[in-house]
């Protein structure tokens, strides 16, 4: 039976024993086109080789409705449902962390810090904690902290959708970054998204710190290494001193230090945090070696296969120094082009179809985006300075379903708080010696399947992956454990 007859089949009775009648025949999924088996797929956690009449057979309640199968009206008493799906769902290892860190905090712990490598869910994991935080302590807002405009408005966005399947109450949203008006007075419940720079500006206003300090019930401070920067260190404090009792502040890092060789500044970082990390409980699951490990073998984190393009000169520098000259990496700049295009192109070539490429400086991602688009590839640059409309759409078309591949270019902009699953390939051509840097690029495109992202990905750097934690995630997720 083709698969166009699957509704015809289901209209003979109940969808799910339809579903379970094609299934055994082993008409589904093989018949399905690719588009319906890809998504098929993700809504079963499984990569699209596992999927199988035995997988359907297991899940044929979530296939009648993902093929959209009519109800069938009998006089029959309708079956109980057998499952019930949440709308705002953790994995398992991330119920783990929110339950640590709950734990922690109903122990009166003021300081922590959430350790969880990039792509593994760390804004989702704790939203679905705040919004278990809200609702039991309505009135008591909490006050999200980041760096960037990324970053902000994931925050915010993902806030509305978690709290839109958790919440108990209708809650403000107040966003404050780029110049948005707002007052402390206002922060009565929700969730207040605030830049630091946004709240460094305004902590000479008298009372304002303290006023805010004593109406927010919790601290989010996302990028939690910049914590201990002398811009906002004090800032952060205050605020959390000024609730009585203390304001708890719970950072989240994927790199819980600040440097690569190590420094003062990373035993400061953990000494603010008290020097309490939870880390992702993968035991229970019969997890391997490491966290990073097992999400990689249970599809949660791509498998990532790291090719060289151009290698750091060998003498010493500073350890979180970057590179914007091509010169300094033994090329000149036709090289360097040259070298960077090729990569993508070969990575075109290879089907990717979802490709993000970190250059060295402004001008030239620009001029890499140029040339890709010259060669017959939609390739689109951005960086700090263009203009909010024109970004807005090239990440939005980059985050399509479009069935082609497109190219995203960009300096300074989406090492952190971007979120595209399909980004099968990284071609790192900014080079640098901060690991912190470093990671937030490679954890651009390591979404796993289960993540809706992808069971492999490429890594084309300038970085030797042979230098140690350069190579491998789960070396760099470990690179500050002894601090901790």
Same mark, same amino acid.
């Given at each position: 039976m083709p698969a166009d007859s699957v509704l015809a089949a289901?209209?003979?009775?109940?969808?799910?024993?339809?579903?379970?009648?094609?299934?055994?025949?082993?008409?589904?999924?093989?018949?399905?086109?690719?588009?319906?088996?890809?998504?098929?797929?993700?809504?079963?956690?499984?990569?699209?080789?596992?999927?199988?009449?035995?997988?359907?057979?297991?899940?044929?309640?979530?296939?009648?409705?993902?093929?959209?199968?009519?109800?069938v009206h009998s006089n029959k008493e309708s079956a109980l449902p057998a499952e019930a799906v949440p709308a705002y769902g953790l994995f398992p290892h991330q119920r783990r962390a929110v339950q640590q860190a709950r734990s922690l905090l109903r122990k009166g712990k003021t300081r922590l810090l959430l350790h969880m490598p990039t792509g593994s869910g760390k804004t989702r994991t704790t939203l679905s904690m705040v919004c278990d935080f809200l609702r039991e302590q309505e009135g008591r807002p909490i006050l999200w902290l980041a760096s960037?405009?990324?970053?902000?408005?994931?925050?915010?966005?993902?806030?509305?959708?978690?709290?839109?399947?958790?919440?108990?109450?209708?809650?403000?949203?107040l966003t404050a970054w780029s110049g948005q008006e707002w007052r402390s007075?206002?922060?009565?419940?929700?969730?207040?998204?605030?830049?630091?720079?946004?709240?460094?500006?305004?902590?000479?206003?008298?009372?304002?710190?303290?006023?805010?300090?004593?109406?927010?019930?919790?601290?989010?401070?996302?990028? %939690? *290494?910049?914590?201990? @920067?002398?811009?906002?260190?004090?800032? /952060?404090?205050?605020?959390? =001193?000024?609730?009585?009792?203390?304001?708890?502040?719970?950072?989240?890092?994927?790199?819980?230090?600040?440097?690569?060789?190590?420094?003062?500044?990373?035993?400061?970082?953990?000494?603010?945090?008290?020097?309490t990390k939870i880390e992702l409980d993968t035991a229970a699951d019969g997890g391997g070696p490491g966290p990073v490990e097992y999400l990689i073998q249970q599809g949660y984190l791509a498998h990532p296969e790291f090719r060289l393009l151009g290698e750091l000169p060998s003498e010493e520098d500073e350890p979180s120094t970057d590179i914007d000259d091509p010169a300094e990496l033994g090329m000149n700049e036709d090289d360097y082009l040259n070298g960077v295009v090729g990569a993508a192109l070969q990575l075109v070539k290879e089907s990717h179809r979802r490709i993000i490429v970190f250059a060295a400086s402004v001008?030239? %991602? *620009?001029?890499?985006? @140029?040339?890709?688009?010259?060669?017959? /590839?939609?390739?689109?640059? =951005?960086d700090g300075a263009t203009a909010p409309e024109i970004r807005d759409t090239a990440i939005r078309l980059f985050k399509g379903a479009a069935p082609v591949a497109r190219v995203l270019v960009n300096y300074g902009v989406l090492t952190t708080g971007f979120d595209a699953p399909q980004t099968s390939a990284i071609v790192i051509a900014r080079p640098t010696r901060s690991l912190v840097l470093y990671s937030q690029m490679v954890g651009r495109g390591i979404r796993g399947p289960k993540a809706g992202g992808n069971r492999k990905a490429v890594i084309v750097t300038v970085v030797d992956p042979s230098v140690p934690a350069f190579g491998s995630i789960a070396a760099a997720f470990k690179h500050w454990e002894d601090l901790w």
């Open positions: 289901a209209c003979l009775g109940d969808p799910v024993s339809a579903v379970r009648r094609l299934a055994q025949a082993s008409v589904l999924p093989d018949e399905l086109p690719e588009e319906q088996r890809r998504a098929l797929s993700v809504r079963l956690s499984l990569a699209p080789t596992e999927l199988s009449a035995r997988s359907v057979l297991a899940n044929p309640g979530r296939v009648a409705v993902y093929l959209g199968l009519p109800e960037t405009r990324e970053l902000l408005d994931q925050a915010a966005r993902e806030f509305q959708r978690a709290w839109s399947a958790l919440g108990n109450r209708e809650v403000p949203i007075d206002d922060v009565t419940d929700g969730l207040l998204v605030a830049s630091l720079q946004t709240i460094y500006a305004r902590q000479e206003e008298p009372g304002f710190l303290r006023d805010l300090g004593r109406r927010v019930g919790l601290i989010v401070f996302d990028e %939690a *290494h910049q914590a201990i @920067a002398p811009t906002y260190r004090q800032v /952060v404090q205050q605020l959390s =001193v000024a609730g009585q009792p203390i304001t708890p502040i719970v950072g989240l890092s994927a790199t819980p230090g600040r440097t690569f060789v190590g420094a003062p500044a990373d035993e400061e970082l953990a000494a603010f945090f008290e020097h001008e030239l %991602a *620009h001029v890499i985006a @140029a040339t890709l688009r010259a060669a017959g /590839v939609l390739a689109e640059a =951005v």
